[in-house]
């Protein structure tokens, strides 16, 4: 009989330490942003994003590794331009700021004055700042006066995996409501700006707004407001001006698009032992575990995705009528690839599918159009004299 003491059995791997496996040993996570979580609730069906968000991979690394580099990001002046700006909106204890909430949002309360309060909201880690924010919206809802929260610390839970948000600033109103305050660099012209950076702007406070009502579900007295603050520059100058935007449109598509994520504990279960994302690893073993988590390509990645360029690659070399757009691909139906979609637009798809038959008749229609133009006398259009020149 052996002296030595039984072996314990194998610990179960946990969801920890498979996603860490999933990044590589030695590549520290990277965190979610308000901004990526917009951009993932805009396609919730990729799971490919979802497993590496989740899973903290860099997804800049792993497509440069892949070959497929995307170039995204502020440039360094417009990072320097905004931090001054925010800095100006910010200086004086946060009494700009709080006046421009306070004469867009709540003229029906007292001014803000000197007195507000600013809690120090430093602590150890993403998970100490989070729970620090959530003391100090605590009680500055019982103290019942205007609370600045700069750069407060939010949790949200997505696809079960905590993610840690940033927002430019936090206002808590003497009546128990919450104001998510977004600070932009962009100009705010004749009291309007940029449609396209103010719909990116809304639905990336939709997303502090669905992490505050987490919070505040908690807290007695407490309001999360669905009408946030905007500031901008005013017309071309460094002066702070701020516009409401209602967000309730975007913080209930958001939220219905994070409930439809797939869990990352799932994702992970279905991949095999051993695959990586590590960018240590060669490029022909990075395609393959890339190519081993489904993806949802459509051309709105390229703005949204630093892996876009890869999966529309691979889109296109699949024949995948994603390549196309969503909308094409909602009007295809069952046609799944363009050769399909070739095929039904000359007769030879199946005449009982009703997206075959309409296809094959738009092409029809079409060349009917095409021969009847051609058909048609050409206008005489006299010759232009020679240049004198």
Same mark, same amino acid.
């Given at each position: 009989m052996s002296s030595y003491p039984p072996s314990s059995p194998a610990q179960p791997t946990t969801l920890r330490q498979r996603l860490a496996g999933l990044r590589g040993p030695a590549v520290p996570p990277r965190p979610l942003d308000a901004r990526a979580l917009a951009a993932l609730a805009?396609?919730?069906?990729?799971?490919?994003? +979802?497993? #590496? /968000?989740? @899973?903290?991979?860099?997804?800049? &690394?792993? =497509?440069?590794?892949?070959?497929?580099? !995307? *170039?995204?990001?502020?440039?360094?002046?417009?990072?320097?331009?905004?931090?001054?700006?925010?800095?100006?909106?910010?200086?004086?204890?946060?009494?700009?700021?709080?006046?421009?909430?306070? +004469?867009? #949002? /709540?003229? @029906?309360?007292?001014?803000?004055? &000197?007195? =507000?309060?600013?809690?120090?909201?430093? !602590? *150890?880690?993403?998970?100490?700042?989070?729970?620090?924010?959530?003391?100090?919206?605590?009680?500055?809802?019982?103290?019942?006066?205007?609370?600045?929260?700069?750069?407060?610390?939010?949790?949200?839970?997505?696809?079960?995996?905590?993610?840690?948000?940033?927002?430019? =600033?936090?206002?808590?109103?003497?009546?128990?409501?919450?104001?998510?305050?977004?600070?932009?660099?962009?100009?705010?012209?004749?009291?309007?700006?940029?449609?396209?950076?103010?719909?990116?702007?809304?639905?990336?406070?939709?997303?502090?707004?669905?992490?505050?009502?987490?919070?505040?579900?908690?807290?007695?007295? =407490?309001?999360?407001?669905?009408?946030?603050?905007?500031?901008?520059?005013?017309?071309?100058?460094?002066?702070?001006?701020?516009?409401?935007?209602?967000?309730?449109?975007?913080?209930?598509?958001?939220?219905?698009?994070?409930?439809r994520l797939t869990r990352v504990e799932e994702l992970a279960a279905a991949l095999p032992e051993g695959l990586s994302f590590d960018p240590e690893r060669t490029a022909e073993e990075l395609a393959e575990a890339v190519s081993a988590v489904e993806a949802a390509y459509a051309p709105e990645c390229l703005a949204a995705c630093e892996l876009a360029f890869h999966c529309r690659e691979r889109a296109r070399a699949a024949d995948e009528v994603t390549a196309l757009g969503r909308s094409v691909r909602g009007e295809l139906g069952a046609l799944t690839t363009v050769e399909e979609a070739l095929a039904a637009a000359a007769g030879a798809g199946c005449a009982e599918d009703p997206t075959a038959a309409a296809l094959h008749r738009a092409a029809r229609l079409r060349a009917e159009a095409l021969e009847q133009a051609a058909a048609l006398p050409r206008p005489h259009v006299p010759e232009s004299p020679a240049c004198p020149c």
């Amino acid at each position: 009989m052996s002296s030595y003491p039984p072996s314990s059995p194998a610990q179960p791997t946990t969801l920890r330490q498979r996603l860490a496996g999933l990044r590589g040993p030695a590549v520290p996570p990277r965190p979610l942003d308000a901004r990526a979580l917009a951009a993932l609730a805009a396609n919730p069906g990729c799971g490919r994003r +979802a497993l #590496l /968000d989740g @899973a903290g991979v860099d997804k800049n &690394a792993l =497509a440069t590794a892949l070959g497929s580099p !995307a *170039a995204f990001g502020q440039s360094q002046f417009a990072i320097v331009r905004g931090n001054s700006f925010e800095a100006k909106v910010k200086g004086d204890g946060g009494a700009e700021l709080l006046r421009l909430v306070h +004469a867009h #949002l /709540d003229t @029906a309360a007292e001014p803000p004055g &000197a007195g =507000a309060l600013v809690p120090d909201l430093t !602590a *150890a880690g993403p998970e100490g700042r989070a729970a620090r924010t959530a003391l100090a919206l605590r009680e500055a809802t019982s103290a019942k006066d205007w609370t600045l929260l700069d750069h407060p610390m939010l949790a949200l839970e997505v696809a079960g995996t905590p993610a840690y948000l940033e927002p430019d =600033a936090v206002v808590v109103h003497p009546d128990g409501r919450w104001t998510v305050v977004e600070i932009k660099s962009f100009p705010m012209i004749d009291a309007a700006a940029d449609a396209a950076k103010v719909g990116a702007a809304a639905r990336q406070a939709a997303v502090y707004v669905l992490a505050l009502e987490r919070i505040a579900g908690k807290v007695a007295g =407490a309001e999360v407001g669905h009408t946030v603050l905007l500031v901008c520059p005013k017309d071309f100058s460094n002066l702070p001006t701020a516009a409401p935007v209602d967000i309730r449109r975007e913080r209930s598509v958001t939220r219905r698009q994070l409930d439809r994520l797939t869990r990352v504990e799932e994702l992970a279960a279905a991949l095999p032992e051993g695959l990586s994302f590590d960018p240590e690893r060669t490029a022909e073993e990075l395609a393959e575990a890339v190519s081993a988590v489904e993806a949802a390509y459509a051309p709105e990645c390229l703005a949204a995705c630093e892996l876009a360029f890869h999966c529309r690659e691979r889109a296109r070399a699949a024949d995948e009528v994603t390549a196309l757009g969503r909308s094409v691909r909602g009007e295809l139906g069952a046609l799944t690839t363009v050769e399909e979609a070739l095929a039904a637009a000359a007769g030879a798809g199946c005449a009982e599918d009703p997206t075959a038959a309409a296809l094959h008749r738009a092409a029809r229609l079409r060349a009917e159009a095409l021969e009847q133009a051609a058909a048609l006398p050409r206008p005489h259009v006299p010759e232009s004299p020679a240049c004198p020149c």
